[in-house]
């Protein structure tokens, strides 16, 4: 008799340490850790939907639901015999409820973290846009900064989270 594929995902805004915590279940009991950002990234060159998130990506803005609910949906069409668990999606409503649609969760995680605590850990944030790589510079700096940059010829930079979170836009503010 074949076993239910587990469904999870972790909920909670930018810097809530929803990655950390994805990483760290994926690896203790054997789940996939699909992460919406990943995917994004993988998807930006080579097909239509992620040439479009590109476009909102390199003005600053927020990938619409219809295109990342695309992206979601194609990813997990084709996992849906596999045991997962979801890291950056969904982040609103409309994202839940297609998520809803084609599959039922076995588990959601909310992470609730004071937001003195998200602006610290935002402010400090910094990123290598083309590995995704995310770095603190409290307690998880690149170890020679400047190797990302001579690696992919892109630099690490460190992206305003805040209004993200200021203006609330997420489902779980």
């Known amino acids: 008799m074949a076993s239910k594929a587990l469904r999870a995902v972790v909920l909670g805004p930018p810097g809530s340490g929803k990655g950390t915590v994805c990483e760290r279940i994926a690896r203790s009991f054997g789940l996939q850790h699909l992460s919406s950002g990943q995917f994004l990234r993988e998807k930006m060159s ?19 639901d219809h295109v990342i609910t695309r992206v979601m949906m194609t990813e997990l069409e084709k ?12 982040r ?8 809803d649609r084609i599959c039922e969760l076995d588990l959601v995680i909310s992470l609730h973290i004071p937001f003195e605590t998200l602006k610290d850990r935002l402010s400090a944030r910094w990123i290598h846009p083309a590995s995704g790589r995310v770095y603190n510079m409290e ?6 900064r400047l190797i990302s940059v001579l690696l992919s010829g892109c630099p690490v930079v460190q992206k305003c989270f805040l209004w993200i979170l200021v203006k609330k836009q997420c489902f779980w503010c």
């Open 46 to 64: 080579c097909t239509e939907v992620g040439v479009l998130a590109k476009q909102y990506l390199e003005r600053g803005l927020l990938v619409p």
């Open 79 to 90: 996992r849906r015999a596999e045991h997962w668990l979801l890291d950056g999606f969904p």
């Open 92 to 99: 609103t409503l409309g994202q839940a409820e297609a998520l």
């Open 139 to 144: 307690f998880n700096p690149p170890h020679v």
